[in-house]
């Protein structure tokens, strides 16, 4: 399995603006393309030096394969979506990562 993870930088004035398009709109968006099985949004409990605020939405998917059919067909469409709606009020980088390895507390 690999991870799909965006990094955003967002300013504070625009942070529960952004927080309920990405709820409401953006991953749900993401997730209809039927390349991702899943997402999981974190707060980045970092304070920039830049201001803002940061959060990292990972997107697990099954290949590689479908990843880059995400960037052929649907990658474009999307960014221009959160590039508009909040242009110049962002910064963001995509990584790619492969899972290695998952443990669980035996315990829980």
Do not use: R
């Not at 304070?47 to 998917?61: A, H, N």
């Amino acid at each position: 399995m690999y991870i799909y993870n965006i990094t955003t930088n967002i300013e504070a004035s625009e942070e529960k603006k952004w927080l309920d398009w990405m709820h409401q709109t953006h991953i749900p968006e993401m997730l209809a393309t039927g390349k991702f099985m899943s997402a999981k949004m974190c707060k980045v409990l970092v304070k920039e030096d830049m201001g803002g605020v940061t959060y990292s939405v990972q997107y697990s998917v099954e290949n590689l394969e479908i990843l880059k059919t995400y960037y052929e067909t649907d990658a474009t469409q999307l960014k221009n979506k959160a590039n508009s709606k909040f242009a110049g009020k962002f910064v963001y980088f995509e990584t790619e990562m492969q899972l290695i390895d998952k443990q669980f507390n035996a315990t829980n």
